[in-house]
């Protein structure tokens, strides 16, 4: 008999309970639930397993000095004694992360894909008295911008927590549509839930009642940031609004519209925008909200200007979030490319400032999105495994992904129609999140071809050559702005055009020695969504068909270009 013994009735905490008892059960063990008033029982039962759930503050209060333990960010720990095991948390959400991770450890459960809960015929277990686990970063999760699918989403969410995420970005406009649907969820794993991203014209749309008069139409007549304290104040006292209304709400995070400024109008554009979430975070201060504010600083139309902080004084009350668009995510940051170069110049200055003033700055990343990366989707398993230690060597605080869905086009709608990105994007997410959380990438990657047996040599190699294949397409998205390489239609023929058909006909080279007579007749039953009803080996399979096609359409369409 498995007794789970909690000390507090948080929710996060019950839920923990909750998901304990049922993975117990499922792994096929009897379990009870108790309050801490078992433990003054003066005899356990020699049967019994206990798992106690207690937060860090109240076990060290427990114990003497010498067993006390000391855990960084929303880690967690196990100490076993006898038939004792404590799983202990800086907070109710890490107690959640324990209790998972003990079901992984001591079960075998694996939450790999969506919707998939398994368990594996061994477990691994743990040998140790003590067992301490730490994030790598201390924000870690996903920017949704326009995805109004609400199931989709609260899948995220559950499976996200159990591979270790604790953060959700939503833009207001989505958070208006789909909160109904997802707060319970939010609220019951203790996760940190941020709002912003490219909203402003939204909160000026409700605040004017329609009328757009004033919103922002582009740079030339945005007036916002610099002069127009009036409507700030308006948005102000609407985002606070919006926070009293959602407990949930950790943080704002609002950015300017996505148009590039012009140099013209670049002087003191950053100042005033940081100025703006300054006053932000004070008002949210004064209606006593515990909520953090931050700023983008971001190469919206590749500009520079929007990016780098030159003279620009870093906020002392509002934190950092740095996003550079247009990376080549065939090469690392360190890369001697003349806009990388300057790009991580600039990140090592923000942090720099940032650290000087005791804020934080998160890295927000592309590695789900289908729009920068396009439909010829990259597996990204060294870049990213590559990428968050070089973020944490910098001394980066986080990592967010975005994850964006493919972008429908008329020339290729018929392959686009059942393209299954939710799944394509998935083993992206997968790695970050698991390496992000401080899990090493060798057994993240193990765990992730376990399920391919005697082909997961030759799975995992197909998909690394992939990597090497594919996501060099990313470098073009500079050279070709705002086209990509499956925008051809949009680009004339220029000096790119020969290098860019030469790495398409490699790939499809490559990509047509592979046999895929095992998944054609199912090919008439798959759609966008429904890859739960195959399995993973198929879905990559899958995978390979649309890339094969899509990569041999866009081989023609430049192919055209250089006759």
Same mark, same amino acid.
């Given at each position: 008999?498995?007794?789970i013994?909690?000390?507090q009735?948080h +929710?996060?905490?019950?839920f923990?309970?909750?998901?304990?008892?049922?993975?117990?059960?499922?792994?096929?063990?009897k379990?009870s639930?108790?309050?801490?008033?078992?433990?003054?029982e003066?005899?356990a039962?020699?049967n019994?397993?206990?798992?106690?759930?207690i937060?860090?503050?109240?076990?060290c209060?427990?114990?003497?000095k010498?067993?006390?333990?000391?855990?960084?960010s929303?880690?967690?720990?196990?100490?076993?004694?006898?038939?004792?095991l404590?799983?202990i948390?800086? +907070?109710?959400?890490?107690?959640?992360?324990g209790?998972?991770?003990?079901?992984?450890k001591?079960f075998?459960?694996?939450?790999?894909?969506?919707?998939?809960?398994?368990?594996?015929e061994?477990?691994?277990g743990?040998?140790l008295?003590?067992?301490?686990?730490?994030?790598m970063?201390?924000?870690r999760?996903?920017?949704?911008?326009?995805?109004?699918?609400?199931?989709?989403?609260?899948?995220?969410?559950?499976?996200?927590v159990?591979?270790?995420?604790?953060?959700?970005f939503?833009?207001?406009?989505l958070?208006?549509?789909?909160k109904?649907?997802i707060?319970?969820?939010?609220?019951?794993?203790?996760?940190q839930?941020?709002?912003g991203?490219?909203?402003?014209?939204?909160?000026?749309?409700?605040i004017?009642?329609g009328n757009?008069?004033?919103?922002?139409?582009?740079?030339?007549?945005?007036?916002?940031?610099?002069?127009n304290?009036?409507?700030?104040?308006?948005?102000i006292?609407?985002?606070?609004?919006?926070?009293k209304?959602?407990?949930?709400?950790?943080?704002?995070?609002?950015?300017?519209?996505?148009v590039?400024?012009?140099?013209?109008?670049?002087d003191?554009f950053?100042?005033?925008?940081?100025?703006?979430?300054?006053?932000?975070?004070?008002?949210?201060?004064?209606?006593n909200?515990?909520?953090?504010v +931050?700023?983008?600083?971001?190469?919206?139309?590749?500009?520079w200007?929007?990016?780098?902080?030159?003279?620009?004084?870093?906020?002392?009350?509002?934190?950092v979030l740095?996003a550079?668009?247009?990376?080549?995510?065939?090469?690392?940051?360190?890369?001697s +490319?003349?806009?990388?170069?300057?790009a991580?110049q600039t990140?090592?200055?923000?942090?720099?400032?940032?650290?000087?003033?005791?804020?934080s700055?998160?890295?927000?990343?592309?590695y789900?999105?289908?729009f920068?990366?396009s439909?010829?989707?990259?597996?990204?398993?060294?870049?990213?495994?590559?990428?968050l230690?070089?973020y944490?060597?910098?001394?980066?605080?986080?990592v967010?992904?975005?994850?964006?869905p493919?972008?429908?086009?008329?020339?290729?709608?018929?392959?686009?129609?059942?393209?299954?990105?939710?799944?394509?994007?998935h083993?992206?997410?997968?790695?970050y999140?698991?390496?992000?959380?401080?899990?090493?990438?060798?057994v993240?990657?193990e765990?992730?071809?376990?399920?391919f047996k005697?082909?997961?040599?030759?799975?995992q190699?197909?998909?690394?050559?992939?990597?090497n294949?594919?996501?060099?397409?990313?470098k073009?998205?500079?050279?070709?702005?705002?086209?990509?390489?499956?925008?051809?239609?949009?680009?004339?023929?220029?000096?790119?055009? @020969?290098q860019i @058909?030469t790495?398409?006909k490699?790939?499809?080279?490559?990509?047509?020695?592979?046999?895929?007579?095992?998944?054609?007749?199912?090919?008439?039953?798959?759609?966008?969504d429904?890859?739960s009803?195959f399995?993973p080996?198929?879905m990559?399979?899958?995978?390979?068909?649309?890339l094969?096609l899509?990569?041999?359409?866009?081989?023609?369409?430049?192919?055209s270009?250089?006759?």
């Open positions: 008999m498995h007794k013994i909690y000390f009735n +929710e996060t905490i019950l923990a309970v909750e998901e304990l008892k049922r993975l117990i059960e499922k792994a096929g063990y379990s639930v108790h309050d801490q008033s078992v433990l003054t003066t005899e039962n020699e019994d397993f206990r798992v106690i759930l937060t860090t503050t109240q076990y209060a427990m114990v003497s010498e067993n006390k333990v000391n855990i960084n929303d880690g967690f720990a196990f100490v076993s004694s006898g038939k004792d404590w799983i948390g800086n +907070e109710p959400r890490s107690i959640l992360y209790a998972y991770m003990y079901c992984r001591f075998g459960y694996q939450w790999i894909h969506l919707d998939r809960e398994e368990i594996l061994q477990s691994q743990i040998n008295d003590l067992f301490i686990h730490e994030p970063f201390g924000r999760g996903n920017i949704f911008e326009t995805i109004d699918e609400p199931g989709y989403i609260n899948s995220i969410i559950d499976w996200g159990k591979n270790g995420q604790n953060e959700f939503f833009t207001f406009f958070w208006d549509e789909i109904s649907y707060v319970s969820g939010l609220k019951k794993r203790g996760v839930v941020t709002l991203g490219h909203s402003l014209r939204y909160l000026l749309d409700i004017q009642k757009k008069k004033n919103s922002l139409e582009n740079y030339e007549n945005l007036q916002f940031f610099a002069e304290i009036a409507l700030q104040d308006e948005v006292n609407k985002i606070i609004s919006i926070c209304e959602n407990e949930v709400i950790s943080r704002i995070s609002l950015w300017p519209e996505d590039g400024i012009e140099e013209k109008n670049a003191g950053l100042l005033n925008y940081i100025r703006f979430t300054e006053r932000l975070k004070s008002s949210l201060n004064i209606s909200l515990a909520v953090e +931050e700023y983008i600083v971001y190469n919206a139309g590749l500009s200007d929007m990016l780098e902080r030159k003279e620009t004084k870093v906020s002392d009350t509002a934190d740095y550079y668009w247009g990376r080549d995510y065939s090469n690392s940051i360190h890369a +490319e003349p806009n990388q170069v300057r991580f990140l090592e200055d923000w942090s720099t400032q940032t650290s000087m003033k005791g804020r700055l998160t890295v927000l990343e592309y789900s999105d289908h920068m990366l439909e010829l989707f990259p597996p990204l398993l060294t870049r990213i495994a590559s990428d230690h070089d944490k060597q910098l001394q980066i605080q986080g967010l992904n975005l994850i964006v493919v972008h429908q086009k008329q020339t290729n709608h018929k392959v686009s129609a059942n393209y299954p990105w939710q799944w394509i994007h083993l992206n997410n997968y790695l999140s698991r390496v992000a959380w401080g899990e090493k990438y060798e993240v990657l765990e992730y071809f376990a399920v005697e082909e997961k040599e030759a799975f190699q197909m998909l690394l050559d992939l990597e294949l594919i996501s060099p397409y990313s073009w998205n500079i050279p070709l702005f705002p086209a990509r390489v499956v925008d051809s239609e949009k680009v004339d023929k220029s000096a790119s055009s @020969l @058909l790495e398409l490699a790939a499809d080279s490559y990509l047509s020695a592979i046999e895929l007579s095992d998944i054609e007749p199912l090919i008439a039953i798959q759609t966008k429904n890859y009803s399995t080996r198929e990559t399979l899958f995978y390979i068909y649309y094969r899509i990569n041999k359409n866009y081989s023609e369409e430049w192919g270009k250089v006759q």
